[in-house]
Each structure stands twice: as C-alpha cells, then as structure tokens.
C-alpha cells in the first residue's frame, strides 16, 4: 500500500455499517472506539480497529477526534440570484409564509448571468464543504422558462452530479391564468431540454403550487425520459404528495411535515425516503415534522438543509441535525445516520454516507470526541477537515 493513506488515532468512528461495529453504540451506526481508516486514491481500502491497522507509508493522525461520513444532502435549491433578507424579516415579525415568494427569487435568477449563478452555486457549495458536506443534490426551479430552466440544469451540471429538474416549482407567472398550459409545457418542451442535464425530476405538490393530478403527469413524463422522481410533499398542509411518491416509487418525499397514518404507513411499506428539512420548518416558524413518528413507524428517513434564499437559507447539516434532535424527537445517532446513510438512500448511492472497504473516500473530521457533540454543541463550527474522493479539501 504504498500510495495510501492511514488516518490513525480516531476516538470514535461513524461507519453506518453494522457488522462494522465493535458493539459501543446499540444503533445501527456501526460505531468503532479507537479507530483508523486506510484510504488510497479516491476509496476507502480499510476500517478497524486501529491496533490492527495495516502499515501505510502515509498517516495523518486524527488527534482522539471524532471521524463520520461526509455528509449527503440530498436536497439543496443553489441556483438561484437575489436576497430574500426582507420577507425572512417581515415573517419573523408576523407574517404567514406561503409558496408564492419564489417568483421573488426567479425575477432575480432570471435576471442574473451565467457567471453569476455559477458563481453563487460554488459559493454556497464551498460553504456546504466547509461544514462538512461532500455530495449535494441541486435543483432548478427558479427559472420557468424552457431557456432559463435548462440553463440551470447546465450550471449545476458543472458542479454536482446530483441535479434535479424542477420546473414544476411553482406555476410560471407568465402562465398565472393557464396552469394546464404551463403544466404541458413541464412535461412536454422544457423537459426535452432539460433531461439531458439532470438525473432527477421533482415537483411541489401543495396548494398553490401543483395539485396531485398534475404532480402524476410530471413525474411520469419525467420517468418517460429516464429521469427519476422525487417529490416536494405535505410541506405546508395535508395533501396527495407522499402517497403519490410511494405509488411511483420515487426515491425521496421530501418534507413530510403534515402527514396522516396512512402516509407514514405507506412511508413504511415502501421504498421512499422520508426527507426531513428542519431548516425550513426553523426558518417559517412552523411546526417540526415528527420525526420519532416516522422512525418507529418503520420508514427510512433522511436530514438535509432545503438551502434556499426563501424558506431555509442554511448550508448547515450540523444545524439541521441539531434541530431534528431537540424539536424532532430523533437521538444523536438516528440524526446522524439520516444526514449521512439516509441521504445516500435519499439518491439511491450505495458507495457514499457510509466508512466501509470500496466506498468513496468521503469523511469528515470533527473537532471533538464523538459525533454526539454535533447536537450537543449546537451552532459551534466542529469541523475541522473534509476528505472528498479521498482528497483533503480544507
Ligand atoms: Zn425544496
């Protein structure tokens, strides 16, 4: 192993594969106390115990810190212009938020340049990095026109394999009086031009946005042209979106806030994963998704930010695991497992959010003894080194 790289001296070690797991935590973390990882090239070769690592010409030495997966958030909105700082404002002095401040933000984004948006997607990924996030997911949304929605698609491609279609955000204000209209042309002309640049179609399937007929002939045009759903479901009231995610087999329901037994029972029988967005819920006052409910229910859940300059502009995965173990009945272990392994389920990747022989070399250090401070120490800046694809990023 002369190319690779041993990183020695790890307190406590986040695998998320159990058979890993030396028996410290109950969960299904696969927690190892006093461990090492051997990476070479952009894989990891090795996990243990670090009294059996094998020798390696290089070491880095994690000093009795705590070492977990990059974090997967698989659910991001980073292409976009402008400043949403006065709504944010004015609805934490009162006032409701409802779907339609995203035309805000496409006046803007519709505005910008190439550059610009480019620009604003590696700034806000940079930042994502920074607090130890090595994939995320983005998506369109903020442009609704055939030009401008393929032309987001295009910026984000440079930057994130993970890129989503999201035409149907909201109906396009240029078709405020014709939503079958601009339904068709979701579904019909911008999808040609988008699906050559995404892996992935999403709809907001929400009063005021599209309703769950619509949200059907979306998706299944998209599935049409070998893109793969995801859905915007039951954010901001009771609605048709999970179970239509469920029924089409779409990889993630993403909010979950207003869900009634019957959506978390079909959360439970299938195989979509419950995304939950706390950010959103923290930065609209609203109330919490629960959490507790989905995880004894069965269902698979996922953690990520929503970051977007309207509802949730924060790039913080620590932050939304703080959150979802103080207001949403998680534990530190179900939190971090969903904002690592449950957002790789989220994309349906097996090779990230998990430390095991053959996966990518994604991790991330933390500037303490265990992954529990991550709650514990809530809007402190722990991290303090990213590996991605095997290479040390800060
Ligand atoms: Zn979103």
């Known amino acids: 192993m002369t190319t690779a790289t041993a990183i020695t001296n790890i307190a406590s070690l986040v695998t998320n594969d159990p058979s890993l797991g030396d028996g410290s935590s ?63 404002n004015a609805r934490m002095s009162g006032q409701s938020y409802s779907a339609g401040g995203i035309r805000t933000t496409v006046a ?33 949304g903020y442009g609704l026109t055939v030009e401008d929605e393929a032309r987001a698609l295009r910026i984000a491609a440079t930057h994130t394999d ?31 031009a988008c699906a050559p640049h995404a892996r992935w179609i999403d709809v907001f399937c929400e009063k005021g946005a599209f309703d769950g007929d619509q949200a059907r002939a979306i998706l299944t045009a998209g599935r049409a042209k070998g893109l793969l759903p995801r859905i915007h479901a039951n954010q901001l009231s009771y609605g048709p979106g999970v179970q239509l995610a469920v029924e089409l087999d779409a990889a993630s329901a993403d909010h979950c806030t207003h869900l009634t037994d019957a959506d978390v029972e079909a959360l439970a029988q299938g195989d979509t994963v419950a995304t939950l967005l706390p950010g959103a819920e923290f930065s609209t006052r609203a109330e919490w998704p629960d959490a507790r409910r989905l ?14 300059p309207g509802s949730s502009f924060t790039s913080s995965m620590p932050f939304c695991i703080a959150l979802a173990v103080r207001d949403m009945g998680m534990t ?31 991790l991330t250090l933390l500037d303490a003894p265990s992954h529990v401070h991550l709650a514990y120490r809530p809007g402190v800046p722990l991290v303090s080194q990213v590996w991605r694809s095997g290479r040390p990023q800060l």
């Not at 999201?166 to 999808?191: K, N, Q, R």
């Not at 971090?336 to 990747?349: D, E, K, P, Q, V």
């Open 26 to 88: 109950p969960s299904n973390i696969g927690l190892i106390q006093d461990a090492a990882v051997v990476i070479d090239g952009d894989r990891i070769v090795w996990v243990g115990e670090s009294s059996k690592a094998p020798a390696t010409d290089n070491a880095f030495d994690a000093g009795g810190r705590a070492v977990i997966p990059g974090f997967v958030d698989s659910h991001s909105h980073l292409v976009f212009a402008g400043d949403r700082t006065a709504e944010f």
């Open 108 to 140: 803007a984004t519709r505005a910008a340049t190439d550059e610009q948006l480019s620009a604003n997607v590696a700034k806000y990924l940079h930042e994502a990095l920074r607090q130890g996030t090595t994939t995320l997911e983005t998506k369109s």
């Open 162 to 192: 993970e890129v989503t279609y999201l035409g149907a955000h909201i109906v396009s204000p240029d078709f405020a009086d014709d939503p079958a209209a601009y339904v068709a042309l979701v579904t019909g002309e911008m999808l040609d």
């Open 295 to 308: 995880i004894d229910a069965g269902a698979t859940v996922a953690l990520s930010t929503d970051c977007n």
């Open 332 to 362: 530190p272990d179900e939190a971090i497992w969903s904002a690592t392994a449950g957002g790789a389920a989220a994309l349906r990747r097996s090779d990230i959010g998990v430390v095991r022989e053959g996966a990518r070399a994604d």
